[in-house]
């Protein structure tokens, strides 16, 4: 009977066809098929390109590959979550198919799990293969996060970690399908530790994360995670309110006062237009809550898998 654990490593692919050989021989170098059973969880995201069709075509002989082929692109949170469902390793280990997760680091990660630890954290020590944009937007974006949130998300740590079984069942069983997974792994808490790793430049293809999307994964983040900014424009208008029922008293004061004077057109008019603004963008920030209360009351899915193939490995025997 093998009694040798079984290691998952989850990859979301989507038009990553220039990465999909260097990805699987990264994987096959670091592997240790003495000490574990492995599995390669691949997640075909929809891709248009020749990315499915070379998953579909690798036959690796130290691991197993199981290719989870998604009936159209659902982005990768819901990649990753699809993954996730398919890995039955004890230890389950995400990573980006671009090699800007070091395989290397996993060997590190194992020995920390076989310590007793249930999550192992992969912190980018340093950034410097991002733009100076990006670090400062990601480096706002966390301390914003942290500072709205009572679920802390830990800085600079992105999907690549180490999960034991347990950790994963517990996320896995959550019903949101409007899923923001660095906030997912952070709630589900376990004993955690970390290591630092360099993060590499990509090699090949482009990112798939413009500076919009990123945008709205750090929207859909923060209104998953926190409802301060509900909090805050109670605040807002509580002050708007107190403002405005000064100022009233200081006109019906001053009318009684000197009497009446001729109003003012520009300074009604800022006045309006001021208010509408404030009117407008905390009906902005309730429709962001709302808009996600009726996805989440429709109750689909986050994805829908067309098939699901093993390759390789001990299966292939």
Not at 12 to 41: G, H, S
Not at 99 to 119: C, H, R, S, T, Y
Not at 136 to 149: H, I, K, P, T
Not at 164 to 192: H, I, Q, Y
């Amino acid at each position: 009977m093998n009694t040798r654990r079984r290691i998952s490593l989850v990859i979301p692919f989507y038009n990553e066809e220039l990465n999909v050989d260097n990805t699987l021989a990264a994987i096959a170098r670091v592997v240790d098929p003495q000490r574990y059973d492995w599995e390669l969880v691949a997640i075909n995201d929809g891709s248009r390109d020749a990315t499915l069709a070379k998953l579909q075509a690798a036959s690796p002989s130290n691991f197993e590959l199981i290719v989870v082929d998604l009936s159209r692109n659902f982005g990768k949170e819901a990649a990753l979550s699809a993954g996730l469902s398919q890995a039955s390793g004890d230890a389950i280990i995400p990573l980006d198919a671009d090699l800007q997760d070091p395989p290397e680091m996993i060997a590190a990660m194992l020995e920390k799990w076989e310590q007793g630890f249930e999550v192992v954290l992969a912190r980018r020590a340093d950034r410097s293969s991002d733009g100076f944009l990006k670090r400062q937007s990601a480096a706002g974006f966390y301390r914003v996060m942290n500072r709205l949130s009572e679920v802390k998300i830990p800085d600079n740590v992105g999907d690549f970690r180490l999960m034991d079984r347990c950790v994963v069942e517990v996320v896995s069983s959550l019903p949101e399908n409007r899923r923001f997974m660095k906030g997912l792994f952070a709630w589900a808490g376990f004993r955690t530790t970390s290591i630092d790793y360099a993060r590499p430049e990509r090699e090949f293809g482009e990112t798939k994360f413009s500076g919009w999307k990123l945008w709205n994964l750090a929207v859909e983040g923060i209104t998953s995670f926190s409802i301060a900014p509900l909090k805050i424009w109670t605040y807002i208008g509580v002050f708007v309110a107190l403002m405005s029922f000064g100022y009233g008293s200081f006109i019906i004061l001053r009318t009684a006062i000197q009497g009446v004077d001729v109003p003012g057109y520009a300074s009604l008019l800022t006045v309006v237009l001021f208010m509408s603004g404030l009117q407008l963008i905390g009906l902005g920030v309730i429709g962001e809550y709302l808009g996600r209360v009726y996805l989440e009351s429709k109750r689909r899915p986050p994805f829908v898998i067309r098939s699901v193939q093993q390759r390789g490995g001990k299966a292939a025997e």
